[in-house]
């Protein structure tokens, strides 16, 4: 169902888009698989959530998450959802609103998939996604407001999970140096 409708996102979503959800889904299985969390349950959670997060973009861009929750409340009853499974994804997807503060294994696991890319080698391409998204929605006024709102959270953000601060924070941090470099500061 959630996949169904992110179909329908608007397509000035040039980050939060279907294509940033399918990651978010690939990176917490493989985020999971390296942390050991090998419990069904937990992970089917997991993706459930993962296929949600966003879904809120859908009715609105600020506090999407709440949105998103609802979303999938609005979903829950037609795959019978016990209400341990419903509060599971509802606080997995809530952990995703900046500035992220997970609490356990779940949690980590959904912040590291959802901002996997920082500490990629495509970080640059799909920065460019959000820096498009960011000033048509008035996040940003500019490209200059957008350097230094992606510095100032580059430099704040850090990875929850021993694999991704071991995969990608050295990457991030090569990341870090080139903008400077560039002066982008």
Not at 28 to 54: M, N, P, S, W
Not at 68 to 82: C, L, N, Q, R
Not at 147 to 169: A, D, I, P, V, W
Request: hydrophobic share 35%.
């Amino acid at each position: 169902a959630a996949l169904h409708k992110l179909s329908s996102l608007d397509k000035g979503l040039t980050y939060h888009c279907f294509d940033h959800t399918m990651d978010v889904l690939e990176q917490c299985g493989r985020i999971a698989a390296a942390e050991g969390v090998e419990d069904k349950t937990q992970l089917f959670l997991l993706k459930v959530a993962a296929l949600y997060h966003d879904t809120g973009f859908l009715r609105t861009y600020r506090n999407h998450e709440e949105v998103s929750v609802d979303i999938f409340m609005e979903d829950a009853p037609k795959f019978g959802f016990t209400d341990y499974e419903i509060s599971e994804v509802k606080r997995l997807i809530m952990v995703t609103q900046i500035p992220q503060r997970p609490t356990d294994i779940l949690e980590s696991i959904i912040c590291d998939a959802d901002l996997d890319y920082l500490g990629r080698d495509d970080f640059f391409a799909i920065g460019d996604t959000l820096r498009r998204e960011f000033i048509k929605y008035g996040v940003v006024p500019d490209d200059q407001a957008w350097e230094g709102l992606q510095m100032k959270f580059l430099t704040n953000h850090s990875y929850h999970t021993t694999s991704s601060r071991s995969l990608r924070e050295p990457s991030k941090q090569a990341h870090i140096r080139r903008l400077q470099s560039q002066g982008k500061v």
